[in-house]
């Protein structure tokens, strides 16, 4: 694969920090693990590129998975969660997120979190795809991902010993001469000029960055979803895996074929309360192909709304909500309803115009059970691991969870862990940037070859392409080159994995070798960085058989 820089060019760093832990990230993985480091380490640094609340835990609707109810159980989410997964999920990792889950729940609730409730008091849950069982807590109706925010940043704000950094992107992670974390370099925004760094120190690192959606053209994912956290922890020397595993979110509302960046989300909660999809002739074609319809999993219907595009030749499919009348709408989506409204479109008296766009990274740093990643003092939790949990498609409203549930763990065994604060070693390998005016030759490549459906002949002109971006040099250094470049990176492992994983498996669709092939593939693709080379090798497993269960949660 094209060589990448190994490290970001900038200047030396001009001032210097401490830490015992630093925390990139601010969304529910980032602020839950500083608040359970709390008391256990002297000092905390939080970092985020914008402000606290600005990340993709923000933007989340439908809510948080658990199982809560009375008639669910951790074993049924377990089900749900390995028949998503398509064979690719860690079991043991399925195991901890289900059982944890509910305690971590109650609390997010004790931190102040207020979820939505039915008139008895008791917690109102409801369904999403892929799921058999109402285990899904809101909160506001559709803006649970808001409130969690607020909760978490309120405690946030009552704990002095949490330094918090916004407007500050990390450049670079900082290693020690035996190849283990002794800190970040990182920029604050406005702060000098538009290379300047400083150096922060720290004896851990728990990286909680979020995504990479903005990879591709059109995303849910916020303009801060580039990727870094992946790159950064890949140039360190970290191992990335899965990150051919990359979700699109079946509804999300189509703008026209113009429309770029982050687009208005349509909750799977929509279809959970009964809204149903519909092609163009008005003709519900989630019938048949799957037991639970249009609450199919998410590389079901993605893929089911892709065919019939292909077939019809239109550009997006149908959601019908008229049926559920403008109270409900405004009682439990206002948000969602005004997002449609502020676009044109009334969903009480209109159809919703959907297309599939990228909503999630199952893939990202690879982490054991602890969130440890390969590389000592380097932990991950949340979007940017891969924990295993997911698989090869994340089934509905498990992602909060996951951050909730390993942001915990990785508190539960940091302390013991802590290294010395050790001196910055001598990078000797090459650094520099691409320019950050090639985001969008990169995003435009990545949507139209590496995108929902994929065949060796645009993966292999991905590959190229992106290597020949590659091979520029920008002429300014700053933010834009660096996200630009944090992008390439990651885009370039995603797209040399997905065209060697000949199979389609989860939300990998390759139309060339369209059967999951559990007798070659069962297994996955990881990528690491020496000097600036990007290796994607194959680490084979055994498969999890799901299908025989899927019986089991219903």
């Given at each position: 694969?094209?060589?990448?820089?190994?490290?970001?060019?900038?200047?030396?760093?001009?001032?210097?920090?401490?830490?015992?832990v630093?925390?990139?990230?601010?969304?529910?993985?980032?602020?839950?693990?500083?608040?359970?480091?709390?008391?256990?380490?002297?000092?905390?640094?939080?970092?985020?590129?914008?402000v606290?609340?600005?990340?993709?835990?923000?933007?989340?609707?439908?809510?948080?998975?658990?199982?809560?109810?009375?008639?669910?159980?951790?074993?049924?989410?377990?089900?749900?969660?390995?028949?998503?997964?398509?064979?690719?999920c860690?079991?043991?990792?399925?195991?901890?997120?289900?059982?944890?889950?509910?305690?971590?729940?109650?609390?997010?609730?004790?931190?102040?979190?207020?979820?939505?409730?039915?008139?008895?008091?008791?917690?109102?849950?409801?369904?999403?795809?892929?799921?058999?069982?109402?285990?899904?807590?809101?909160?506001?109706?559709?803006?649970?991902?808001a409130?969690?925010?607020?909760?978490l940043?309120?405690?946030?704000?009552?704990a002095?010993?949490?330094?918090?950094?916004?407007?500050?992107?990390?450049?670079?992670?900082?290693?020690?001469?035996?190849?283990?974390?002794?800190?970040?370099?990182?920029?604050?925004?406005?702060?000098?000029?538009?290379?300047?760094?400083?150096?922060?120190?720290?004896?851990?690192?728990?990286?909680?960055?979020?995504?990479?959606?903005?990879?591709?053209?059109?995303?849910t994912?916020?303009?801060?979803?580039?990727?870094?956290?992946?790159?950064?922890?890949?140039?360190?020397?970290?191992?990335?895996?899965?990150?051919?595993?990359?979700?699109?979110?079946?509804?999300?509302?189509?703008?026209?074929?113009?429309?770029?960046?982050?687009?208005?989300?349509?909750?799977?909660?929509?279809?959970?309360?009964?809204a149903?999809?519909?092609?163009?002739?008005?003709?519900?074609?989630m019938?048949?192909?799957?037991?639970?319809?249009?609450?199919?999993?998410?590389?079901?219907?993605s893929?089911?709304?892709?065919?019939?595009?292909?077939?019809t030749?239109?550009?997006?499919?149908?959601?019908?909500?008229?049926?559920?009348?403008?109270?409900?709408?405004?009682?439990?989506?206002?948000?969602?309803?005004?997002?449609?409204?502020?676009?044109?479109?009334?969903?009480?008296?209109?159809?919703?115009?959907?297309?599939?766009?990228?909503?999630?990274?199952?893939?990202?740093?690879?982490?054991?059970?602890?969130?440890?990643?390969?590389?000592?003092?380097?932990?991950?939790?949340?979007?940017?691991?891969?924990?295993?949990?997911?698989g090869?498609?994340?089934?509905?409203?498990?992602?909060?969870?996951?951050?909730?549930?390993?942001?915990?763990?990785?508190?539960?065994?940091?302390?013991?862990?802590?290294?010395?604060?050790?001196?910055?070693?001598?990078?000797?390998?090459?650094?520099g940037?691409?320019?950050?005016?090639?985001?969008?030759?990169?995003?435009e490549?990545m949507?139209?070859?590496?995108?929902v459906?994929?065949?060796?002949t645009?993966?292999?002109?991905?590959?190229?392409?992106?290597?020949?971006?590659?091979?520029?040099?920008?002429?300014?250094?700053d933010?834009?080159?660096?996200?630009?470049?944090?992008?390439?990176?990651?885009?370039?492992?995603?797209?040399?994995?997905?065209?060697?994983?000949?199979?389609?498996?989860?939300?990998?669709?390759?139309?060339?070798?369209?059967?999951?092939?559990?007798?070659?593939?069962?297994?996955?693709?990881?990528?690491?960085?020496?000097?600036?080379?990007?290796?994607?090798?194959?680490?084979?497993?055994?498969?999890?058989?799901?299908?025989?269960?899927?019986?089991?949660?219903?």
């Open positions: 694969m094209k060589s990448l820089p190994g490290l970001l060019s900038s200047r030396d760093p001009g001032w210097t920090e401490w830490a015992d630093i925390v990139v990230g601010s969304g529910i993985a980032g602020l839950t693990a500083a608040l359970r480091l709390r008391g256990q380490v002297e000092r905390i640094a939080v970092v985020t590129k914008d606290l609340a600005a990340g993709s835990t923000q933007w989340a609707q439908g809510g948080i998975a658990a199982a809560l109810g009375p008639e669910d159980t951790p074993e049924q989410h377990e089900v749900d969660t390995l028949v998503a997964g398509a064979g690719a860690d079991l043991d990792a399925v195991r901890v997120l289900v059982t944890e889950g509910p305690d971590a729940v109650r609390e997010l609730i004790e931190w102040g979190a207020n979820f939505d409730k039915d008139p008895e008091g008791n917690l109102s849950l409801t369904r999403e795809g892929g799921h058999h069982r109402d285990r899904i807590a809101h909160a506001n109706g559709d803006a649970t991902g409130e969690i925010q607020r909760a940043i309120e405690a946030v704000k009552r002095p010993e949490i330094l918090v950094f916004e407007h500050a992107m990390v450049v670079d992670l900082v290693t020690a001469d035996d190849g283990g974390i002794a800190g970040l370099t990182i920029h604050v925004m406005g702060d000098g000029d538009d290379d300047g760094v400083g150096l922060v120190r720290a004896r851990a690192v728990v990286l909680a960055s979020g995504g990479l959606g903005q990879v591709f053209s059109q995303t994912n916020p303009s801060v979803s580039t990727a870094d956290g992946m790159a950064i922890a890949l140039r360190a020397g970290a191992r990335l895996r899965d990150l051919e595993f990359v979700q699109f979110h079946p509804t999300v509302m189509y703008l026209g074929p113009d429309s770029r960046g982050q687009q208005p989300l349509i909750s799977e909660a929509v279809r959970g309360e009964g149903f999809l519909v092609d163009w002739d008005g003709e519900r074609f019938q048949g192909v799957h037991e639970l319809a249009d609450l199919a999993p998410r590389d079901i219907v893929k089911a709304i892709m065919k019939r595009m292909l077939e030749g239109h550009p997006n499919m149908w959601l019908d909500a008229r049926h559920l009348g403008g109270e409900f709408w405004q009682r439990r989506f206002p948000n969602i309803l005004a997002s449609c409204r502020s676009h044109g479109v009334d969903p009480v008296t209109d159809l919703i115009p959907v297309a599939p766009a990228c909503h999630y990274a199952s893939g990202g740093v690879h982490t054991d059970l602890w969130g440890r990643s390969s590389v000592p003092g380097l932990y991950a939790t949340g979007e940017v691991a891969c924990s295993g949990v997911h090869a498609n994340r089934l509905a409203s498990n992602s909060l969870l996951e951050g909730l549930v390993f942001s915990r763990r990785i508190a539960d065994v940091l302390p013991g862990e802590l290294r010395p604060l050790g001196e910055p070693a001598r990078h000797v390998g090459a650094a940037v691409v320019p950050g005016t090639a985001l969008k030759e990169v995003q490549t949507s139209s070859r590496v995108g459906l994929r065949s060796s645009g993966l292999t002109e991905a590959v190229e392409l992106l290597g020949k971006i590659a091979s520029t040099s920008a002429g300014a250094i933010p834009a080159a660096w996200e630009t470049t944090n992008v390439l990176t990651i885009s370039l492992a995603l797209a040399e994995a997905a065209l060697r994983r000949e199979e389609t498996r989860g939300s990998h669709w390759r139309e060339d070798f369209p059967d999951r092939d559990d007798a070659h593939w069962a297994g996955h693709f990881d990528a690491q960085m020496t000097d600036g080379a990007t290796a994607v090798s194959f680490t084979p497993s055994p498969a999890t058989d799901t299908d025989t269960h899927e019986g089991a949660a219903r």
